[in-house]
Protein backbone atom coordinates (compact mmCIF):
# COMPACT_ATOMS: atom_id res chain seq x y z
CA UNK A 1 0.00 0.00 0.00
CA UNK A 2 1.06 3.43 -1.13
CA UNK A 3 1.62 5.68 1.58
CA UNK A 4 0.33 9.16 1.44
CA UNK A 5 0.21 11.44 4.24
CA UNK A 6 -0.08 14.90 2.71
CA UNK A 7 -3.20 16.28 1.12
CA UNK A 8 -3.00 19.44 -0.81
CA UNK A 9 -5.21 19.49 -3.56
CA UNK A 10 -8.37 17.44 -4.84
CA UNK A 11 -6.30 15.19 -6.75
CA UNK A 12 -4.12 14.67 -4.05
CA UNK A 13 -7.48 13.32 -1.91
CA UNK A 14 -8.83 11.43 -4.73
CA UNK A 15 -5.25 9.59 -4.88
CA UNK A 16 -5.49 8.91 -1.07
CA UNK A 17 -9.32 7.37 -1.47
CA UNK A 18 -8.10 4.96 -4.48
CA UNK A 19 -4.96 3.83 -2.08
CA UNK A 20 -7.40 3.17 0.64
CA UNK A 21 -10.31 1.46 -2.41
CA UNK A 22 -7.54 -1.21 -3.79
CA UNK A 23 -6.90 -1.59 0.37
CA UNK A 24 -10.63 -2.19 1.46
CA UNK A 25 -11.48 -4.15 -1.81
CA UNK A 26 -8.55 -6.69 -1.08
CA UNK A 27 -9.39 -7.17 2.36
CA UNK A 28 -13.14 -8.05 1.75
CA UNK A 29 -12.13 -10.39 -0.36
CA UNK A 30 -8.90 -11.45 1.99
CA UNK A 31 -10.99 -11.92 5.22
CA UNK A 32 -13.98 -13.75 3.69
CA UNK A 33 -11.58 -16.22 1.94
CA UNK A 34 -9.99 -16.85 4.90
CA UNK A 35 -12.76 -17.53 6.94
CA UNK A 36 -14.05 -19.56 4.25
CA UNK A 37 -11.25 -21.82 4.75
CA UNK A 38 -11.91 -22.43 8.88
CA UNK A 39 -14.80 -24.23 10.25
CA UNK A 40 -18.13 -23.38 11.15
CA UNK A 41 -19.01 -22.62 15.10
CA UNK A 42 -15.66 -24.08 16.06
CA UNK A 43 -13.20 -21.25 17.44
CA UNK A 44 -14.76 -18.76 20.40
CA UNK A 45 -13.34 -15.51 21.13
CA UNK A 46 -14.44 -13.17 23.95
CA UNK A 47 -15.63 -9.99 22.00
CA UNK A 48 -14.25 -7.23 23.64
CA UNK A 49 -17.02 -4.72 22.53
CA UNK A 50 -20.18 -7.27 22.70
CA UNK A 51 -18.69 -8.71 25.72
CA UNK A 52 -19.96 -11.72 24.71
CA UNK A 53 -18.42 -15.28 23.24
CA UNK A 54 -18.14 -14.90 19.38
CA UNK A 55 -17.97 -17.53 16.80
CA UNK A 56 -14.37 -16.62 14.59
CA UNK A 57 -15.59 -17.49 11.43
CA UNK A 58 -18.97 -15.33 11.43
CA UNK A 59 -17.11 -12.27 12.83
CA UNK A 60 -14.56 -12.45 10.47
CA UNK A 61 -17.52 -12.91 7.80
CA UNK A 62 -18.84 -9.90 9.51
CA UNK A 63 -15.54 -7.58 9.30
CA UNK A 64 -15.18 -8.54 5.67
CA UNK A 65 -18.29 -7.01 4.67
CA UNK A 66 -17.60 -3.98 6.87
CA UNK A 67 -14.66 -3.37 4.59
CA UNK A 68 -16.98 -3.89 1.45
CA UNK A 69 -19.25 -1.02 2.61
CA UNK A 70 -16.01 0.72 3.24
CA UNK A 71 -15.28 0.44 -0.43
CA UNK A 72 -18.58 1.47 -1.89
CA UNK A 73 -18.11 4.58 0.48
CA UNK A 74 -14.97 5.53 -1.19
CA UNK A 75 -15.95 4.73 -4.43
CA UNK A 76 -18.91 7.35 -4.04
CA UNK A 77 -17.36 9.88 -2.35
CA UNK A 78 -14.21 9.36 -5.43
CA UNK A 79 -17.13 9.64 -7.88
CA UNK A 80 -18.97 12.38 -6.54
CA UNK A 81 -15.43 14.48 -6.94
CA UNK A 82 -15.13 13.79 -10.39
CA UNK A 83 -12.64 11.20 -10.11
CA UNK A 84 -12.58 7.23 -10.95
CA UNK A 85 -12.75 4.63 -8.72
CA UNK A 86 -9.98 1.93 -8.88
CA UNK A 87 -10.78 -1.86 -8.88
CA UNK A 88 -7.27 -2.63 -8.95
CA UNK A 89 -6.66 -4.75 -5.31
CA UNK A 90 -3.98 -5.05 -3.26
CA UNK A 91 -2.03 -8.35 -2.91
CA UNK A 92 -4.20 -10.99 -0.99
CA UNK A 93 -2.94 -14.04 0.86
CA UNK A 94 -3.49 -17.79 2.78
CA UNK A 95 -1.37 -19.49 4.86
CA UNK A 96 -1.80 -22.65 5.73
CA UNK A 97 -2.42 -22.15 9.33
CA UNK A 98 -5.62 -20.10 10.57
CA UNK A 99 -3.11 -18.10 13.04
CA UNK A 100 -0.86 -16.93 10.44
CA UNK A 101 -4.21 -15.53 8.55
CA UNK A 102 -5.31 -13.79 11.61
CA UNK A 103 -1.45 -12.17 12.13
CA UNK A 104 -1.83 -10.66 8.78
CA UNK A 105 -5.12 -9.91 8.80
CA UNK A 106 -4.60 -8.00 12.49
CA UNK A 107 -0.96 -5.98 10.67
CA UNK A 108 -3.27 -5.13 7.48
CA UNK A 109 -5.81 -3.35 10.39
CA UNK A 110 -2.90 -1.53 11.61
CA UNK A 111 -1.22 -0.78 8.44
CA UNK A 112 -4.96 0.97 7.05
CA UNK A 113 -5.09 2.55 10.19
CA UNK A 114 -1.98 4.77 10.06
CA UNK A 115 -2.85 5.32 6.45
CA UNK A 116 -6.23 6.59 7.61
CA UNK A 117 -5.10 8.93 10.61
CA UNK A 118 -2.11 10.12 9.53
CA UNK A 119 -3.36 11.92 6.76
CA UNK A 120 -2.67 15.38 7.05
CA UNK A 121 -4.88 17.82 5.38
CA UNK A 122 -4.52 21.90 5.68
CA UNK A 123 -6.72 22.81 8.29
CA UNK A 124 -10.48 23.13 6.89
CA UNK A 125 -10.24 21.66 3.94
CA UNK A 126 -12.30 18.97 2.92
CA UNK A 127 -13.45 18.70 6.20
CA UNK A 128 -16.75 15.87 5.00
CA UNK A 129 -13.65 13.40 3.93
CA UNK A 130 -11.80 14.01 6.80
CA UNK A 131 -14.19 13.03 8.88
CA UNK A 132 -15.15 9.97 6.48
CA UNK A 133 -11.37 8.78 6.90
CA UNK A 134 -11.50 9.33 10.74
CA UNK A 135 -15.20 7.27 11.01
CA UNK A 136 -13.35 4.42 8.64
CA UNK A 137 -10.28 4.26 11.10
CA UNK A 138 -11.88 3.72 13.89
CA UNK A 139 -14.01 0.61 12.15
CA UNK A 140 -9.99 -0.29 11.19
CA UNK A 141 -9.08 0.16 15.20
CA UNK A 142 -12.10 -2.56 16.42
CA UNK A 143 -11.36 -4.75 14.12
CA UNK A 144 -7.41 -4.63 14.52
CA UNK A 145 -8.81 -5.48 18.39
CA UNK A 146 -10.91 -7.95 17.33
CA UNK A 147 -8.35 -10.00 15.66
CA UNK A 148 -5.94 -9.88 18.43
CA UNK A 149 -8.83 -11.45 20.97
CA UNK A 150 -9.11 -13.89 18.42
CA UNK A 151 -5.53 -14.55 18.81
CA UNK A 152 -5.77 -15.20 22.18
CA UNK A 153 -8.54 -17.16 22.13
CA UNK A 154 -6.81 -19.94 20.11
CA UNK A 155 -3.34 -19.46 21.98
CA UNK A 156 -5.28 -19.84 25.05
CA UNK A 157 -6.45 -23.61 24.21
CA UNK A 158 -3.89 -24.64 22.30
CA UNK A 159 -4.91 -24.30 18.83
CA UNK A 160 -1.78 -22.05 17.27
CA UNK A 161 -1.15 -25.09 14.69
CA UNK A 162 -4.91 -25.75 13.09
CA UNK A 163 -4.46 -25.94 9.73
CA UNK A 164 -7.02 -24.11 6.88
CA UNK A 165 -9.45 -26.73 4.68
CA UNK A 166 -7.35 -27.40 2.25
CA UNK A 167 -8.16 -28.79 -1.51
CA UNK A 168 -8.03 -32.75 -2.03
CA UNK A 169 -6.58 -33.45 -5.27
CA UNK A 170 -8.97 -36.51 -5.73
CA UNK A 171 -12.38 -34.05 -4.69
CA UNK A 172 -10.63 -31.40 -7.80
CA UNK A 173 -11.26 -34.24 -10.77
CA UNK A 174 -14.76 -34.06 -10.03
CA UNK A 175 -16.61 -32.49 -12.75
CA UNK A 176 -19.12 -30.82 -10.16
CA UNK A 177 -16.12 -29.52 -8.06
CA UNK A 178 -14.61 -27.72 -11.29
CA UNK A 179 -18.04 -26.11 -11.44
CA UNK A 180 -18.72 -25.11 -8.36
CA UNK A 181 -15.75 -23.34 -8.44
CA UNK A 182 -16.11 -21.51 -11.63
CA UNK A 183 -19.52 -20.59 -10.35
CA UNK A 184 -17.66 -19.31 -7.04
CA UNK A 185 -15.79 -16.85 -9.67
CA UNK A 186 -18.68 -15.69 -11.21
CA UNK A 187 -20.92 -15.00 -8.21
CA UNK A 188 -17.92 -13.47 -6.26
CA UNK A 189 -17.40 -10.95 -10.17
CA UNK A 190 -20.91 -10.25 -10.67
CA UNK A 191 -21.04 -9.03 -6.91
CA UNK A 192 -18.36 -6.60 -7.89
CA UNK A 193 -19.68 -6.03 -10.90
CA UNK A 194 -22.64 -4.72 -9.66
CA UNK A 195 -21.26 -2.75 -7.00
CA UNK A 196 -19.33 -1.03 -9.77
CA UNK A 197 -22.63 0.26 -11.13
CA UNK A 198 -24.33 1.34 -7.50
CA UNK A 199 -21.01 3.66 -7.39
CA UNK A 200 -21.83 5.13 -10.85
CA UNK A 201 -25.27 5.36 -10.58
CA UNK A 202 -25.54 6.61 -6.66
CA UNK A 203 -26.91 9.72 -7.88
CA UNK A 204 -30.03 7.90 -8.77
CA UNK A 205 -31.04 5.77 -5.68
CA UNK A 206 -33.76 3.85 -7.22
CA UNK A 207 -31.33 2.08 -9.88
CA UNK A 208 -28.65 2.14 -7.49
CA UNK A 209 -30.61 0.29 -5.21
CA UNK A 210 -31.91 -2.56 -7.05
CA UNK A 211 -28.45 -3.45 -8.17
CA UNK A 212 -26.90 -3.78 -4.69
CA UNK A 213 -29.79 -6.01 -3.61
CA UNK A 214 -28.45 -8.45 -6.47
CA UNK A 215 -25.07 -7.45 -5.38
CA UNK A 216 -26.01 -8.48 -1.69
CA UNK A 217 -27.85 -11.79 -3.17
CA UNK A 218 -24.50 -12.73 -5.39
CA UNK A 219 -22.32 -12.19 -2.11
CA UNK A 220 -24.68 -14.79 -0.03
CA UNK A 221 -24.47 -17.04 -2.98
CA UNK A 222 -20.87 -16.77 -2.67
CA UNK A 223 -21.33 -17.52 1.17
CA UNK A 224 -22.95 -20.51 0.62
CA UNK A 225 -21.11 -22.26 -1.89
CA UNK A 226 -17.97 -21.98 0.16
CA UNK A 227 -20.02 -24.21 2.57
CA UNK A 228 -21.04 -26.51 -0.36
CA UNK A 229 -17.52 -26.87 -1.41
CA UNK A 230 -16.20 -28.44 1.76
CA UNK A 231 -18.91 -30.74 2.02
CA UNK A 232 -17.46 -31.69 -1.35
CA UNK A 233 -14.24 -32.28 -0.01
CA UNK A 234 -12.44 -28.91 -1.25
CA UNK A 235 -12.32 -25.49 -0.08
CA UNK A 236 -12.74 -21.91 -1.83
CA UNK A 237 -9.99 -20.61 -4.53
CA UNK A 238 -8.20 -17.78 -4.52
CA UNK A 239 -8.37 -16.57 -8.44
CA UNK A 240 -4.27 -16.53 -9.67
CA UNK A 241 -2.71 -17.45 -6.77
CA UNK A 242 0.72 -18.75 -6.81
CA UNK A 243 1.85 -21.59 -3.77
CA UNK A 244 4.89 -21.49 -2.62
CA UNK A 245 6.93 -24.31 -1.15
CA UNK A 246 5.51 -23.37 2.11
CA UNK A 247 2.08 -23.57 0.84
CA UNK A 248 1.36 -19.89 1.12
CA UNK A 249 -1.06 -18.69 -1.38
CA UNK A 250 -0.28 -15.65 -3.08
CA UNK A 251 -2.53 -13.54 -5.63
CA UNK A 252 -1.75 -9.70 -7.10
CA UNK A 253 -5.04 -10.32 -8.76
CA UNK A 254 -8.00 -12.18 -6.73
CA UNK A 255 -10.63 -10.27 -8.84
CA UNK A 256 -11.09 -8.40 -12.10
CA UNK A 257 -9.78 -4.97 -12.27
CA UNK A 258 -11.94 -3.77 -15.27
CA UNK A 259 -15.45 -4.22 -15.98
CA UNK A 260 -17.30 -3.32 -18.52
CA UNK A 261 -19.81 -0.22 -18.93
CA UNK A 262 -19.03 2.82 -19.12
CA UNK A 263 -23.01 4.52 -19.34
CA UNK A 264 -26.07 3.53 -18.05
CA UNK A 265 -27.11 1.26 -20.83
CA UNK A 266 -23.69 -0.23 -21.97
CA UNK A 267 -23.78 -1.04 -17.95
CA UNK A 268 -27.50 -2.47 -17.86
CA UNK A 269 -26.94 -4.44 -21.29
CA UNK A 270 -23.36 -5.86 -20.11
CA UNK A 271 -25.62 -7.54 -16.91
CA UNK A 272 -28.14 -9.76 -19.10
CA UNK A 273 -25.28 -12.18 -20.44
CA UNK A 274 -23.63 -12.76 -17.43
CA UNK A 275 -26.57 -13.47 -15.47
CA UNK A 276 -27.51 -15.71 -18.25
CA UNK A 277 -24.18 -17.50 -18.28
CA UNK A 278 -24.39 -18.05 -14.30
CA UNK A 279 -27.53 -19.53 -14.63
CA UNK A 280 -26.62 -22.43 -17.33
CA UNK A 281 -23.75 -23.01 -15.34
CA UNK A 282 -26.42 -23.93 -12.14
CA UNK A 283 -28.63 -25.93 -14.73
CA UNK A 284 -25.95 -28.42 -15.51
CA UNK A 285 -24.68 -28.50 -11.77
CA UNK A 286 -27.54 -29.72 -10.61
CA UNK A 287 -28.08 -32.84 -12.32
CA UNK A 288 -24.76 -33.63 -11.07
CA UNK A 289 -25.98 -33.17 -7.58
CA UNK A 290 -28.42 -36.29 -5.20
CA UNK A 291 -31.17 -34.93 -3.85
CA UNK A 292 -30.63 -33.17 -0.75
CA UNK A 293 -29.66 -30.12 1.30
CA UNK A 294 -26.87 -29.39 -1.17
CA UNK A 295 -29.28 -29.46 -3.94
CA UNK A 296 -31.86 -27.80 -2.11
CA UNK A 297 -29.35 -24.80 -1.51
CA UNK A 298 -28.16 -24.76 -5.10
CA UNK A 299 -31.70 -24.47 -6.75
CA UNK A 300 -32.33 -21.65 -4.35
CA UNK A 301 -29.33 -20.10 -6.48
CA UNK A 302 -30.63 -20.50 -9.13
CA UNK A 303 -33.68 -18.86 -8.52
CA UNK A 304 -32.56 -15.82 -7.46
CA UNK A 305 -30.43 -15.54 -10.48
CA UNK A 306 -33.27 -16.34 -13.08
CA UNK A 307 -34.85 -13.37 -10.45
CA UNK A 308 -31.95 -11.23 -11.71
CA UNK A 309 -32.27 -11.77 -15.22
CA UNK A 310 -35.94 -11.15 -15.56
CA UNK A 311 -35.39 -7.42 -13.02
CA UNK A 312 -32.23 -7.01 -15.38
CA UNK A 313 -34.08 -7.08 -18.81
CA UNK A 314 -37.08 -4.80 -17.47
CA UNK A 315 -34.61 -2.06 -16.36
CA UNK A 316 -32.79 -2.16 -19.42
CA UNK A 317 -35.65 -1.99 -21.18
CA UNK A 318 -37.09 0.91 -18.68
CA UNK A 319 -34.15 2.72 -19.51
CA UNK A 320 -34.54 2.56 -23.66
CA UNK A 321 -37.99 3.91 -22.90
CA UNK A 322 -37.00 7.15 -21.63
CA UNK A 323 -35.46 9.63 -23.65
CA UNK A 324 -32.34 11.20 -22.23
CA UNK A 325 -31.61 8.81 -19.80
CA UNK A 326 -28.14 7.51 -21.32
FE1 LIG B 1 -11.83 -0.98 6.00
FE1 LIG C 1 -10.88 -3.30 8.85
FE1 LIG D 1 -27.59 -13.02 -10.29
Known sequence: MEKIKSIQTQEDAIQLLNVALEHEWAVSFEYTIHAYSMPKGKFFYQDPVLKRLQDVRAQIIQIGIDEMYHSLQLGIIITQMGGTPSFKTDEVIR???????????????????????DAEFPEGSFPKIQNMVLNISYDEVRHSDQFVAMMEAMRAEGSEEVLCYSSNPESLKKEEVQLLHEIMRDENELMHRYLKYVIMFSEHQDLSQRLFKNSIDHMRNWDKNSGILIKMGDVIRIENAVMDETGVE?????????????????????????????????ERLLPMVPDGEIKDQLEKHLGWDREHAFTQEWLLRNAQKIKGMI
Open 95 to 117: YPRIMDNLKRDKKTEDLVTALYQ
Open 250 to 282: KSASPMPSFYPGENRLSALETLIPAEKSLISKY
